[in-house]
Antibody, heavy 122, light 107 residues
Framework: EVRLVESGGGLVKPGGSLRLSCAASGFTLGSYNMNWVRQAPGKGLEWVSSITISIGSPYTYYADSVKGRFTISRDDASGSLHLQMDNLRAGDTAIYYC?????????????WGQGTLVTVSS | DIQMTQSPSTLSASVGDRVIITCRASQTISNYLAWYQQKPGKAPDLLIYDASRLESGVPSRFSGSESGTEFTLTISSLQPDDFATYYCQQYNSYPYTFGQGTKLDIK
């Protein structure tokens, strides 16, 4: 069974940092591009970041709203995806989902975790 | 960046109704368009990808189509379980972008 389980969310002050993790199981992580998508309370979905499969060095992509503050990384050996979030702002408050997309060609996000809540507030 | 304009933002319908949700891309995305269903407190579920391919396990009352940069999601006969929020998403290029969402509620 495919499982994606996020962790690491919580309450943090503006300017603070958090590191989110996503534990993947039930599939070969190394065959999938991985993604973070967030959803602010009562709002729509916003893509945050993606990391390609690790042939050589993986490529990473970021939304303009988080570029320079967030860093995505993966550890295929341990089956995990991470999102290092620095210099957090109130506007980063959201549920953060990890999701996979197979790397064969452009394909959508076919499995999502249940999300972890990040609250940025003083 | 590619903008995805989804309409309507809310839709009231009854069980058995046929409903159509539309998504327009600001530039060509080939057929790299997905539709997701999200229920309150849950993660989104993939319904359709490549504009018209039904994800495994999704009921056949859901269908998708494309005409140029305009994409539609059709639910042929609404069931009680279908009342949710629907999002389109382009995965043609980064940054991936979602439509604003369509909340489908009971009339």
């Amino acid at each position: 069974e495919v499982r994606l389980v996020e962790s690491g969310g919580g309450l943090v002050k503006p300017g603070g940092s958090l590191r989110l993790s996503c534990a993947a199981s039930g599939f070969t992580l190394g065959s999938y591009n991985m993604n973070w998508v967030r959803q602010a309370p009562g709002k729509g979905l916003e893509w945050v970041s993606s990391i390609t499969i690790s042939i050589g060095s993986p490529y990473t992509y970021y939304a303009d709203s988080v570029k320079g503050r967030f860093t995505i990384s993966r550890d295929d050996a341990s089956g995990s995806l991470h999102l290092q979030m620095d210099n957090l702002r109130a506007g980063d408050t959201a549920i953060y989902y990890c999701a996979r997309s197979i790397a064969v060609r452009p394909l959508p996000l076919d499995y999502w975790g249940q999300g972890t809540l990040v609250t940025v507030s003083s | 960046d590619i903008q995805m304009t989804q309409s309507p933002s809310t839709l009231s319908a009854s069980v058995g109704d046929r409903v159509i949700i539309t998504c327009r891309a600001s530039q060509t995305i080939s057929n790299y368009l997905a539709w997701y269903q999200q229920k309150p407190g849950k993660a989104p579920d993939l319904l359709i990808y490549d504009a018209s391919r039904l994800e495994s396990g999704v009921p056949s009352r859901f269908s998708g189509s494309e005409s140029g940069t305009e994409f539609t999601l059709t639910i042929s006969s609404l069931q009680p379980d279908d009342f949710a929020t629907y999002y389109c998403q382009q995965y043609n290029s980064y940054p991936y972008t979602f439509g604003q969402g369509t909340k489908l509620d009971i009339k």
